[in-house]
Structures are given as structure tokens and as C-alpha cells.
């Protein structure tokens, strides 16, 4: 697949072209944020920073970014990483949907998992004892990185979802620009 010709601009181009490459972050997606530079810009320098990057471990980005994925039922979202392995395993995917009571998983997770239940179902469950826990694991600046990445994270699954994008439809998403390079 080649990257449509009116796409000048080398940030948005080398975007594109290495999530065709890599498969992520998801192509069809990548394809619709071309559209617009800014966008597209917006995006690909948050998530390099905030999930290549910052102060929290990838892992326990990772960890949010399945988890949001499998309990808001994104399966765009679904399909990498994490959550992709999960699905394959009953298990698995019991244990993360039942976090609280499992062994699987740290205090440092479960408390950042129930943070990211406040944040997607209900800002009420955000109560005392949970920032009581919230502060015994976390610093601030990381606290504020949490909540942003889950924020990005679950906002954008939530926009992906309203598109109906499924993987394999890279070609569709493209087509919509009319001027292919051959």
C-alpha cells in the first residue's frame, strides 16, 4: 500500500508510512488522521512521549492501554498487544476483567487499573481512599502522566469505535484519497 501523493508533508508522510510498516499504531486510523497535519502531528508526538516514553514503565502503559481496550470493548483496539493475547486465553482475560481479586496482578496495577474505571465509568469512584492509594504508588508528576495517558487512551478508543474501523481496511481508509502513488 502506498501513500496517497497529496500527503506533502514529511512528518505526516513518515507517520503513515511507518505504521503500514508496523502495523501500529493501527494504519486505518493513521489513514483518517492524515487528513489533517495537526491531527496527525498531535497524536503521534503524544503517544511517542507518553507511551515510548515518560516517566510511568511501558508496561503499566501497556497494561491501561489492553485494559481499556477489552473493558470498553474497542476491538479495533483489541487487536494488539495485550489485549490481543488476552483474548486468546478465558483466563486471562478473567483475571484482568476481575483485577481486584486477582493474584496476577501489583497493588501498583490494581490501584491504577481502578483509576482507569474512575476515569472511563464513574469520576465518583476517584474517592478519598482510592487518591489515598493513588498517592501511596504514585508521585504527582506520574499521577498526572496516569490520568492523561488513560484519558488519551480511552478517548481516542471511543473515537475509533464512533468510525466503525476494522483492521484490514487500510485500502478503504486510503482510498479516500483519490491520487495513489503507483
Avoid at 510511568?56 to 493475547?85: D, F, H, N, P, Q
Avoid at 483474548?87 to 476481575?98: F, I, P, V, W, Y
Avoid at 471511543?158 to 503507483?182: C, F, M, N, P, Y
Wanted: hydrophobic residues 40%; proline residues 3%; contains cysteine.
Amino acid at each position: 500500500m502506498k501513500v496517497p501523493k497529496e500527503i506533502d508533508d514529511d512528518d505526516v508522510r513518515a507517520w503513515l508510512e511507518g505504521s503500514i510498516r508496523n502495523t501500529r499504531p493501527g494504519p486505518e486510523i493513521q489513514a483518517i488522521r492524515a487528513q489533517h497535519p495537526g491531527v496527525m502531528a498531535s497524536f503521534n508526538r503524544t503517544r511517542e512521549w507518553l507511551f515510548e516514553g515518560g516517566l510511568l514503565e511501558y508496561e503499566l502503559k501497556e497494561l491501561m492501554r489492553a485494559y481499556i481496550a477489552t473493558s470498553a470493548s474497542c476491538t479495533y483496539c483489541a487487536e494488539y498487544g495485550l489485549s490481543k493475547v488476552w483474548k486468546q486465553s478465558s483466563d486471562e482475560m478473567s483475571e484482568l476483567l476481575n483485577y481486584a481479586n486477582s493474584d496476577r496482578y501489583t497493588h501498583r496495577q490494581k490501584i491504577a487499573l481502578r483509576y482507569a474505571d474512575a476515569i472511563m465509568w464513574d469520576p465518583a469512584l476517584a474517592d478519598d481512599e482510592l487518591w489515598s492509594l493513588l498517592h501511596e504508588e504514585f508521585d504527582e508528576p506520574e499521577l498526572v502522566e496516569l490520568g492523561y495517558w488513560i484519558g488519551f487512551t480511552y478517548g481516542g478508543q471511543r473515537w475509533i469505535k464512533t468510525l466503525g474501523a476494522r483492521q484490514g481496511e487500510l485500502d478503504a481508509a486510503i482510498s479516500a484519497h483519490v491520487d495513489i502513488e503507483q
